[in-house]
């Protein structure tokens, strides 16, 4: 159960939203031309129909609680420039202690949301990390009291590039400014501010989230007790840029994506973004569990069609991957996030030292990798565990062995599981819990 503690929202919602061609009313039902279209269409659309409509109503006005920062106190981004007003979209579950010390601030990933567990509302599935939070889990809800906020630039419920410039009164696109993983961390202490958390019991995260853990532990080391970085680095590497990249034009060259003024146009670049989802998914897993899951194993049929057809089940798995993940992620905002990782540099604000950035830190550390992750491979793991041993922090790594490729941190990981929730008891038992 969520804590019932909601910021004050204020302004105006957005009244209506663009999408093949027709208006949706985020408050009221499909524009005439797309309902038609849904009732002549096959299931499977129709459900595609509903989730862009539920995801188009979570820019602005979340289904979880949200907090607006009104423009006398913007946010002072990496970019130089103020971002003003602002919100934050954020869910909360377990008991806020009265002593206010058994917080945990989850953050996500790049394609992740505050929806750590839970029904989701635009896909009504279940949370993206049921295998690690709640009831008795690892990060125990019973336990302890779990923050988790979209990030800023992102699409359900935090300001980002879908969200109304109150300047223009239109979608912000591309006048949205540019950010950093350090401003998202910054949108997030201006969360807890506003909750009046001083300081959290730990920091957990995976991939982009365990780039936040990093930021927060240097930033903020007053306010963060233990911090758990997992499948993470402390930089991007050429070949994560490379691959954003190749994310980021695909979306681009899609006609579309109209310079990035879609919301105008009534129309998606669903096939840029799908292309991009396909081609990141395919880092995110390892070619031994590809190999396992499809091999060669033709989809539905008993022989090849030669055509261009999906005649493999791995073709058929990346192109549900692309098309599902339209209907509920912003193109705009996949460029914004993606830059802010190939922007993320730790050391770059520390005389190009990583150990600099842990100087005086009294955190406890966790780190954490995956055998089988290429994407954020152990070396990196290795080199922020190096840079906390030369600064004397108390910190643990552990390479977990596991063919699951970059998601195992997402996946069914007993070991993982194991170490999670051994580190945090014992770290709770330092703490006094």
């Known amino acids: ?26 408050n009221g039902s499909l524009a005439p ?32 609680h949200v907090v607006r920062f009104e423009a006398n106190a913007p946010l002072l981004l990496d970019c130089q420039k103020q971002l003003g007003p602002f919100q934050i979209a954020y869910a909360t579950f377990g008991t806020l202690n009265a002593e206010k010390t058994n917080a945990i601030l989850i953050c996500h990933a790049l394609t992740g949301d505050q929806y750590v567990i839970g029904d989701h509302p635009v896909t009504g599935k279940q949370g993206w990390w049921v295998s690690l939070v709640g009831p008795g889990k690892p990060v125990d809800t019973n336990r302890f009291f779990i923050i988790c906020a979209n990030i800023l630039g992102g699409c359900m419920g935090s300001t980002g590039p879908a969200s109304i410039n109150p300047a223009t009164g239109e979608p912000y696109g591309l006048e949205f400014p ?58 991007h590497s050429a070949q994560n840029i490379a691959f954003h990249e190749v994310g980021r034009r695909a979306v681009m060259a899609d006609p579309d994506w109209a310079g990035g003024r879609y919301y105008k146009t009534g129309k998606l670049p669903a096939a840029g973004l ?8 395919i880092t995110y897993l390892s070619e031994d569990a590809l190999q396992a899951k499809f091999g060669r194993n033709l989809q539905d049929r008993s022989a090849k069609t030669f055509s261009f057809d999906p005649d493999f089940q791995v073709e058929s798995y990346l192109r549900h991957q692309g098309s599902t993940f339209v209907d509920r992620f912003d193109a705009n905002s996949y460029l914004y996030i993606t830059r802010a990782m190939d922007y ?13 950035a842990f100087t005086g830190t009294r955190t406890r550390f966790c780190v954490v990798s995956f055998t089988s992750d290429w994407l954020y491979p152990t070396r990196e793991s290795k080199a ?10 108390n ?12 998601d195992a941190f997402l996946l069914n990981e007993p070991v993982f599981f194991d170490t999670i929730r051994g580190f945090l008891s014992s770290a709770a038992k330092k703490r006094g819990l």
């Open 33 to 64: 031309g797309l309902l038609a279209q849904a009732n002549g269409a096959d299931s499977e659309l129709a459900s595609a129909i509903a989730s862009r409509r539920s995801a188009l109503a979570e820019i602005d006005n979340p289904s979880s």
């Open 384 to 393: 922020i565990v190096r840079a906390l041993n030369a600064v004397a922090a």
């Open 395 to 406: 910190v643990s790594f552990v390479e977990i062995d596991s063919n699951k490729g970059h």
């Open 178 to 235: 540019v950010i950093t993983i350090g401003d998202m961390v910054k949108a997030q202490a201006r969360l807890l501010d506003h909750l009046g958390i001083p300081d959290l019991f730990a920091v957990v995260g995976g991939s982009m989230g365990g780039m936040q853990v990093l930021e927060w532990a240097a930033r903020y080391k007053d306010r963060v007790f233990a911090a758990v970085p997992i499948a993470a680095a402390a930089r």
């Open 274 to 281: 799908g292309v991009a989802r396909m081609a990141a998914h």
């Open 344 to 356: 993320f540099d730790l050391a770059a604000d520390y005389g190009e030292v990583l150990a600099e």
């Open 1 to 26: 159960m969520s804590q019932a503690v909601r910021g004050n929202v204020v302004g105006e919602q957005r009244a209506d939203v663009g999408f093949a061609g027709e208006s949706v009313s985020i």
